[in-house]
């Protein structure tokens, strides 16, 4: 029944196609170039993020990436959280020829933290030490993403570690927030 409500409905791309047979192709193109201009459509602006069902936090910083960077250092300190690394890949491009705007991702973790979830499920190591990306957009503004351990838990099936998921998801969060300056 679904399927037979979706071909009957205008907007449902058999009928657009058959209607725009028969349209002059001018017509189709200036349809396509107005429709282009309506933000969120066709053509998004540069600053569009994916969907967050693609397992990503994202939150807007309020400093540079070298800053909100310096930030997430200086809170990994504070707490019981090893930074393992933190790759420049903007530096890194540059240092083969190529331009990249400022993006870093910074590595880090806790064994307490994430032991138990590889006791869940070891496939979780492949996403494990836990990352914060933070690069710049087209528009000069500056993002940090982090994987939601909600996305993590679904993704290696991470039956009864919802505590430690959840007691992760607000560290992250709480780090993310202070480190964009929220």
């Given amino acids: 029944m679904a399927i037979m409500t979706a071909t009957l409905h205008p907007l449902n791309s058999l009928y657009l196609t058959q209607s725009m047979k028969r349209l002059p192709p001018i017509l189709i193109a200036i ?14 602006s540069s600053a569009a993020l994916p969907d967050e ?3 990503l936090v994202y939150m807007p910083s309020q400093f540079s990436v070298a800053e909100t960077g310096d ?22 491009a540059a240092s ?5 705007a400022p993006t870093q991702v910074l590595i880090f973790g806790n064994p ?7 006791q869940c499920s070891r496939t979780v190591a492949i996403d494990l030490p ?21 996305y993590l838990m679904e993704r ?14 607000k560290a992250l969060h ?9």
């Fill in 53 to 55: 069902e693609a397992g």
């Fill in 156 to 169: 290696h099936n991470l039956t009864g570690c919802e505590s430690n998921i959840e007691m992760i998801g």
């Fill in 130 to 150: 836990q990352k914060m990306l933070v690069w710049q957009d087209e528009d000069g503004q500056a993002w940090l993403a982090y994987n939601n351990p909600s």
């Fill in 31 to 44: 349809a396509i170039a107005c429709l282009s201009l309506l933000p969120g459509w066709l053509a998004p």
């Fill in 71 to 92: 930030r997430i250092e200086a809170l990994l300190e504070e707490r019981p959280l090893n930074l393992f690394t933190r790759i420049d890949h903007a530096e890194n």
């Fill in 174 to 182: 709480s780090l993310a927030i202070e480190a964009a300056g929220g």
């Fill in 96 to 100: 083969v020829g190529k331009d990249l």
């Fill in 112 to 118: 307490n933290a994430g032991t138990p979830l590889m």
